[in-house]
């Protein structure tokens, strides 16, 4: 018999923890790792259709570390001490490591001090979308801890990193295209 892709377990309106146990599909912190996963996939279409080899190779990396960060926010709270640094939990060295792509970026390319209109080239499209994505996915994890699941402060700076990183990306992913500015 072939292997299903349904198990009818989340028929009731629940999911599945890490590590155990089931909350609603309406809860908080599932619609904040929701939200990394839809990060994930825009990514993808980022690395799908990018030319330079090494900005996809540093996509696929962060594609990789958003797996971490899901994990980290899906653990069944009580089940936490399961977790492994930078395979199912993120850790300070994952923050450091974005902050560092970061620095090294703008350095070659330093920021303008203008608001960017998106869309002067697919890739750089993309990626400025997936930093819309992570910062939404960002609010989510804020306001699940403030409704009180349990969030640790790495995902919280990883995912504020994250949309930085994106943004500086996405300006190399424009290369030498026009990036129009917000006022003329």
């Not at 640790?152 to 990883?158: I, P």
């Not at 990183?165 to 003329?184: I, M, N, Q, Y």
């Given at each position: 018999?072939?292997?299903?892709i349904y198990t009818t377990t989340g028929d009731d309106g629940t999911t599945g923890l890490f590590h155990g146990g089931r909350v609603s599909k309406a809860d908080a912190v599932?619609?904040?790792?929701?939200?990394?996963?839809?990060?994930?996939?825009?990514?993808?279409?980022?690395?799908?259709?990018?030319?330079?080899?090494?900005?996809?190779?540093?996509?696929?990396?962060?594609?990789?570390?958003?797996?971490?960060?899901?994990?980290?926010?899906?653990?069944?709270?009580?089940?936490?001490?399961?977790?492994?640094?930078?395979t199912s939990r993120v850790d300070a060295g994952m923050v450091t490591r974005l902050e560092r792509l970061?620095?090294?970026?703008?350095?070659?390319?330093?920021?303008?001090?203008?608001?960017?209109?998106?869309?002067?080239?697919?890739?750089?499209?993309?990626?400025?979308?997936?930093?819309?994505?992570?910062?939404?996915?960002?609010?989510?994890?804020?306001?699940?801890?403030?409704?009180?699941?349990?969030?640790?402060?790495?995902?919280?700076?990883?995912?504020?990193?994250?949309?930085?990183?994106?943004?500086?990306?996405?300006?190399?992913?424009?290369?030498?295209?026009?990036?129009?500015?917000?006022?003329?």
């Open positions: 018999m072939a292997s299903r599932v619609d904040a790792y929701g939200a990394v996963d839809e990060l994930t996939a825009a990514l993808g279409v980022a690395r799908a259709g990018c030319d330079d080899a090494d900005l996809a190779t540093t996509i696929l990396d962060l594609q990789r570390e958003l797996f971490v960060v899901g994990a980290d926010l899906a653990t069944h709270p009580e089940r936490r001490d399961r977790l492994e640094a930078g970061i620095d090294a970026e703008l350095e070659v390319r330093p920021l303008r001090p203008v608001f960017l209109v998106p869309g002067s080239t697919p890739t750089e499209a993309a990626l400025d979308l997936a930093r819309t994505v992570a910062r939404r996915a960002e609010r989510l994890v804020v306001g699940a801890a403030e409704r009180g699941a349990f969030v640790s402060d790495d995902v919280r700076r990883y995912l504020n990193r994250l949309s930085d990183l994106l943004f500086v990306l996405a300006r190399r992913a424009a290369g030498g295209a026009d990036e129009p500015a917000s006022r003329h």
